[in-house]
């Protein structure tokens, strides 16, 4: 098991309203990303955040935003919720040693948006 | 950008049988990640290559990397059980500058039934 962890696991939401999920990350891990998986489909980039900053984005709109805190921990928020937001949402937590980039996924959130 | 494709797209074989995935990328690799993922849980990492050629093994699990880092496959030996799940491979996309974000192209993955 990694040391990420997310929550909630399971969430269901109306569509226009807001959602918030969490995510802390794994010891020594300063980075913090976050992708949306939808059904059938592999991980998508959502965006990327560093230092408390955000440091590269996916191509998702700006309704979709995110905060570091000081222990590296994160939250993801959307804004507006539409029907094709429903998905698995996996936060990953990583670093760079050695030349190696290690990322590490958390269990992930299911959102459903009705 | 960089596309991963993934083959086959869905895999069902007897305990016991060897199988192999491949991974082929539409751009030579930095990197290339691993990971199996049970049906909407989190992705687990497995192994990841970074040289041409690189081969790297755990337990029955075997990944290689070719010369050319644009193709990699992933060897199950004697399969069980339990190596049922999806099978992700994920490109390392290098930052465009120092201090950008680095992340993971993935391809849509391979659902491997594994039958008793």
């Known amino acids: 098991e990694t040391g990420v962890t997310q929550s909630p696991t399971h969430l269901i939401k109306t569509r226009g309203q807001q959602v918030t999920l969490r995510c802390s990350s794994q010891s020594g891990h300063n980075t913090v990303s976050w992708y949306q998986q939808a059904l059938g489909q592999g991980p998508q980039f959502i965006f990327q955040?560093?230092?408390?900053?955000?440091?590269g984005r996916g191509n998702f709109p700006p309704r979709f935003s995110g905060l570091q805190f000081p222990n590296y921990s994160s939250e993801l928020n959307v804004n507006a919720l539409e029907l094709d937001d429903s998905a698995l949402y996996l936060c990953?937590?990583?670093?760079?040693?050695?030349?190696?980039?290690?990322?590490?996924f958390g269990p992930g959130t299911r959102l459903t948006v009705t | 950008s960089q596309e991963l494709e993934q083959s086959p797209q869905s895999l069902i074989v007897q305990e016991g049988k060897n199988l192999t995935i491949n991974c082929t990328s539409s751009?030579?690799?930095?990197?290339l990640y691993w990971y199996k993922q049970k049906y909407g849980e989190g992705l687990i990492f497995l192994m990841m290559l970074q040289k041409g050629g690189e081969e790297k093994s755990h337990e029955k699990i075997t990944a290689k990397l070719d010369e050319k880092k644009q193709q990699s496959s992933l060897h199950i030996t004697a399969s069980q059980p339990s190596h049922a799940g999806i099978y992700l491979c994920?490109?390392?996309?290098?930052?465009?500058?120092?201090?950008?974000?680095?992340?993971?192209?993935f391809g849509s993955g391979t659902q491997l039934t594994v039958l008793p």
């Open positions: 994920g490109a390392d996309i290098p930052p465009i500058s120092s201090g950008s974000a680095r992340q993971l192209t």
């Open positions: 751009k030579t690799l930095y990197g």
């Open positions: 990953a937590s990583s670093r760079v040693a050695g030349g190696f980039y290690e990322q590490y």
């Open positions: 955040y560093y230092r408390e900053e955000e440091n």
